[in-house]
């Protein structure tokens, strides 16, 4: 196949997903490998109503779990849609036009209105074809009531009943509960006239839906799309089609390539994508996330069963992919799979993937291989957009993120003769021999939809701190001790909660300390919970203490009038070493990751420095351990990550006496 001669620049994105309301939570949970699975809540559906563990049952389904997103703040005013509409208008259509705002703002680009096309991934049923189509049930609600000796009146009065627990038709119902509406709303609200339309292909619909884009810019119809796919529907009915497929995992949890796989659990999200050619990308000057170099696309064609997956479609979309990027699949680092957690599915994608992937590189490299699912379940629709924004930010942060509850592959696989390994933690991802990093994403749907896309970073260098929130830094300064306390009490008063949430306020709280003034204290917020409870602790450390020196708690510091000391940083010696030393501020600071890639070309030995120092998983054992014992291994390791955390205390303008 031809080489495609017009690779694609992501200049935008934003999400909705379980836990994840944005950009920013979406890579800390990522990145801190949280699992956003949960108990269904009260808003979707009752346990008590659908719940039995017998498959067989009819009408129940056996699994409670799965994916679900917060609450978000919607003004509909912001979009210029009246408030009485809202009950008539789907949430995918409600969500998908802040997403897409969100997106457009995170782009920072300037566009022609005119040239912006809205092609997004949205399967038929939406959420309020249910509640509407069974209100159309009541004649035979009543002649049953009615055969069933009711009175009329006493009829009439448990037909009221029932209806008021659907939602009832309005003028705006029709356009509210239709897909497609999802990408003309937002074309309507944000006054685009590019080309406007959605794309079905099951789980696999924001992959057809970015197909279609990429295909709208090499055309040369339109200048910028918005891309991706939405699914919001995670409710009864939803559950009851997975249950009776038999395709949802009884004990409530998604375990892509894992000897406990049983199923996958439903999720649901929205993940947005803002493309422009690259060139032009390049031109204007945009933030490029990642570089989309090549799509494959496939059917299945024939097969035993309409959702039954074959091989031979997923190897022919991932050869298309490559070849179309002009790629060799073996120099690709990371591959977010489809990965549903179904044991049938994961074993004919694997399969797929090693016959395309070849064999493990000579030196025993491998790539990683996970699927986000395990965190957020199958968000169907947008599941393909929650790889590849997750594909994306690991390009753009250089960091390879983790798969949950994968700690034990399926021994039937032969993963360790495979190129490929589980990756269950994150990991700073250092290229080889100037390498660029390279990520494959798939996303296949009922039907025999395959479809596999190849991405490229576009610059080597880390650029941005991969900073996900996790951590907040409150900080206090006064002329007196008196004075100090005050602020730190009021604070306390108003601190919101979860902290994480609120990373305003902490901002905030940074930006009023001067760390000129005689008394200061700083505390390290890991756990938002507690940050409350700790503050308060903190201040009353202060009161029980003179009004001079400086005292240290764990994630405290109090430091009173002192004269200014010289400042030395004392570094480790040989001995010191250990596997992931540094592993998460490598991961954050741009001048860390700098000094590492420069050290992972500079000892150009095998087993690289990286896979010595963050071992994949199966290697962080006693084994890699003693790997970094021998003397011309960790000499190298401790003094390339003390120059790395040198450099990432730089960061702060600390520049020491002596060292």
């Known amino acids: 196949m031809k080489k495609n001669h017009c690779p694609v620049a992501i200049v935008g994105m934003s999400c909705f997903f379980p836990k994840s309301s944005g950009l920013k939570a979406y890579w800390r949970l990522l990145f801190q490998g949280q699992d956003a699975i949960t108990e269904v809540p009260p808003t979707h559906w009752s346990k008590q109503d659908y719940f039995d563990p017998d498959p067989r049952t009819p009408d129940r389904v056996y699994c409670t779990r799965g994916g679900f997103i917060s609450p978000v ?92 627990s659907y939602v009832s038709w309005q003028e705006n119902s029709f356009p509210g509960l239709l897909g497609n ?169 694997f399969q797929a993937l090693c016959q395309v992937m070849g064999q493990p590189a000579a030196n025993g490299s491998r790539r990683a291989l996970g699927s986000v699912k395990s965190m957020i379940g199958h968000a169907k629709a947008a599941a393909g957009a929650a790889g590849l924004v997750k594909a994306a930010l690991a390009v753009y942060h250089k960091v390879l993120p983790p798969t949950l509850k994968a700690d034990e592959p399926d021994a039937s696989l032969g993963l360790d003769a495979s190129p490929f390994y589980l990756n269950t933690r994150s990991r700073p991802w250092l290229a080889p021999n100037g390498q660029p990093r390279r990520a494959g994403v798939s996303a296949f749907g009922f039907g025999g939809s395959n479809f596999h896309i190849v991405l490229e970073e576009h610059r080597p260098e880390k650029t941005d701190f991969a900073w996900d929130g996790s951590v907040q830094i409150l900080a206090f300064s006064a002329e007196r001790r008196e004075e100090l306390l005050e602020s730190v009490d009021a604070f306390t008063r108003q601190l919101p909660e979860p ?63 002192a004269e200014r000391g010289r400042l030395a940083f004392l570094f480790p010696g040989q001995g010191s070493q250990y596997t992931d030393m540094g592993r998460d501020l490598v991961c954050l600071f741009p001048a860390a990751m700098a000094v590492m890639q420069k050290a992972e070309r500079r000892l150009s030995s095998e087993p690289r420095l990286s896979e010595l120092i963050y071992p994949a998983q199966g290697r962080q054992t006693e084994e890699a351990e003693n790997a970094l014992q021998a003397t011309d291994k960790a000499q190298p390791a401790i003094g390339a990550v003390s120059l790395a955390l040198l450099k990432a205390l730089a960061e702060f303008g600390l520049e020491p006496d002596a060292m």
């Open 73 to 164: 703040d919607f003004d509909p005013s912001e979009y210029g849609i009246p408030p009485s509409s809202l009950e008539a208008t789907d949430s995918s259509q409600l969500l998908a036009l802040a997403a897409a705002k969100q997106a457009l703002r995170d782009s920072g680009v300037a566009f022609d209105r005119s040239r912006t096309s809205v092609i997004l991934g949205v399967t038929g049923t939406q959420e309020l074809v249910i509640p509407l189509s069974s209100r159309l049930g009541f004649p035979k609600w009543r002649r049953a009531l009615q055969e069933a000796g009711i009175e009329p009146e006493r009829c009439e009065q448990v037909i009221r009943t029932i209806a008021d």
């Open 181 to 349: 509406v999802v990408a003309g709303r937002i074309s309507n609200r944000l006054d685009l006239g590019g080309t406007n339309c959605v794309v079905d292909a099951a789980c696999a619909s924001s992959f057809a839906a970015v197909h279609l884009s990429l295909l709208e810019l090499a055309s040369g119809r339109s200048d910028t799309v918005i891309t991706g796919g939405v699914d919001t529907l995670n409710d009864i009915f939803m559950h009851m089609c997975f249950a009776k497929t038999q395709i949802l995992s009884p004990t409530g949890d998604a375990r892509p390539f894992s000897k406990n796989a049983d199923g996958t659990v439903l999720g649901e999200g929205i993940g947005m994508l803002v493309l422009k050619r690259l060139p032009d990308a390049e031109r204007d000057g945009n933030r490029i996330y990642a570089v989309i170099k090549g799509i494959g696309s496939s059917s299945d064609g024939r097969s035993q069963s309409i959702y039954a997956p074959r091989i031979e479609g997923q190897v022919k979309a991932l050869e298309t992919a490559y070849a179309a990027a002009g790629i060799d699949p073996a120099t690709v680092g990371l591959v977010e799979a489809h990965g549903t957690g179904t044991r049938v599915g994961d074993k004919v994608e």
């Open 499 to 561: 902290l994480s949430e609120s990373a305003w306020a902490a901002a905030q709280c940074r930006s009023r300390f001067d760390a000129g003034r005689p008394f200061r204290l700083l505390l390290v917020v890991e756990q938002p919970d507690r940050a409350g409870a700790e503050l308060r602790k903190a201040a009353d450390t202060v009161k029980s203490r003179g009004p001079q020196g400086f005292f240290k708690m764990p994630n405290c510091f109090f430091g009173g009038p």
